[in-house]
């Protein structure tokens, strides 16, 4: 299924073009993500002549914290450094360097928690850093991974993490192995988690409630904790780029809209592994089929705007008589609605809910519809319909 593993370093990642265009305007530049994103190989193949370390590694990162005058002595700079959270005092010297060099391209970051990394660099290098994030493959780049072209199944089950392309890795396990050192290392630390099988179980939770309205109280009932810690668990979950809190739009609509957010996972497989999905032929037959390929389009369609290096500006609409759009792209004013079918044929009636969006809103974007099979055309009121491996274009072309 796979290329072989030198294809890491031959792929060109989307967001290439934009990271080169911000080091060439920007004194650093700090790239954040999940874990196996490809954010390190991401960097060595955009900057290879640069210097290059590792927070991660014990002895780097001790000298870094107990001799910083040294560490920059021994890592000049133009420099990638890895994992800055784990030693944000960098920041301080790093904004000193900066000032005195004035150049641009000096020094390259990556870090993979939002909330450690982006207090850091508020304090400490505002307006000297563009802000990066890199997610997983987009459908393009997995495909590029892919030596057959994969299917939506074997999207939704085996995800879109790099090294298991790279590595030839059972889906399976790699995302139990990936849950695994989440939890024992990233939660641990921004989390005072005193049962680590209610923190799981929550997760197992969360993967069945895809797509849907989170509802902290009826989270907090069935695993035992209060909605408090539900809460302060979803941020903690969503600064380590496990999940995405996609918002409702309720400005200026004049409706009685939902003002609370809807539940994606960052990595499709990885909420495939949290529902006991064993084998892909398994996906096509889960009751939450749906709900999976809505996940991923969403966070197509934010891998899209981040790669770019734009806000998400992405958003669904609800009103308070049910009636929905999966996903509301915003550019500008304008308001683009796209409805997501995981159905691999297509029916005329799956544009019925933009029809009501545009009767409701006075909005008059014809939108989309993607959804799982391969058509492409418009239909005689102009709405967009493209099937999933041609979302992306479809992004490209608003």
Avoid at 28 to 49: C, E
Wanted: proline letters at 5%; hydrophobic letters at 40%.
């Amino acid at each position: 299924m796979h290329k072989n593993t030198i294809f890491a370093n031959m792929i060109k990642r989307k967001i290439q073009q934009t990271l080169q265009e911000l080091a060439a305007t920007y004194p650093v530049v700090t790239i954040s993500g999940p874990r196996q994103a490809g954010k390190t190989t991401l960097t060595k193949m955009v900057f290879p002549d640069y210097t290059y370390c590792n927070l991660e590694h014990p002895q780097t990162r001790l000298l870094a914290q107990q001799d910083p005058v040294s560490f920059f002595k021994q890592h000049p700079s133009p420099l990638i450094i890895d994992e800055i959270q784990h030693v944000p005092e960098l920041l301080s010297y790093i904004q000193v360097k900066v000032d005195e060099k004035r150049e641009n391209g000096q020094y390259i970051l990556t870090g993979s928690q939002q909330l450690n990394v982006n207090s850091a660099i508020t304090q400490s290098l505002a307006g000297r850093t563009a802000l990066l994030t890199l997610l997983p493959f987009t459908i393009e780049e997995a495909a590029e991974a892919s030596e057959n072209k994969p299917s939506r199944d074997a999207l939704l089950y085996g995800g879109f993490l790099p090294r298991i392309y790279d590595q030839h890795q059972q889906p399976g396990i790699a995302y139990r192995n990936y849950l695994q050192t989440y939890v024992e290392r990233d939660v641990r630390q921004l989390l005072n988690l005193k049962d680590l099988q209610t923190f799981e179980k929550f997760l197992h939770l969360l993967a069945g409630r895809i797509g849907q309205i989170i509802n902290l109280n009826s989270l907090a009932n069935d695993t035992g904790v209060s909605a408090t810690t539900i809460s302060n668990w979803l941020s903690v979950l969503e600064a380590s780029y496990i999940i995405y809190r996609l918002t409702p739009i309720y400005e200026n609509l004049g409706k009685r809209l939902i003002k609370s957010p809807k539940l994606y996972f960052v990595e499709t497989g990885l909420a495939s592994f949290l529902l006991d999905i064993e084998e892909e032929k398994l996906i096509a037959r889960d009751p939450l089929l749906g709900g999976l390929f809505e996940n991923m389009i969403v966070i197509e369609a934010l891998k899209h705007r981040l790669n770019l290096g734009m806000n998400p500006n992405l958003f669904f609409y609800r009103d308070s008589n049910r009636n929905e759009v999966d996903l509301i792209l915003k550019k500008g004013r304008d308001l683009h609605p796209v409805e997501i079918k995981a159905s691999m044929t297509w029916h005329n009636d799956f544009t019925k809910n933009i029809h009501r969006f545009h009767q409701l809103t006075n909005t008059n974007n014809p939108g989309g519809v993607v959804y799982g099979g391969e058509l492409q055309f418009k239909t005689q009121d102009e709405v967009a319909v493209t099937g999933f491996e041609k979302f992306p274009k479809f992004l490209e072309s608003l």
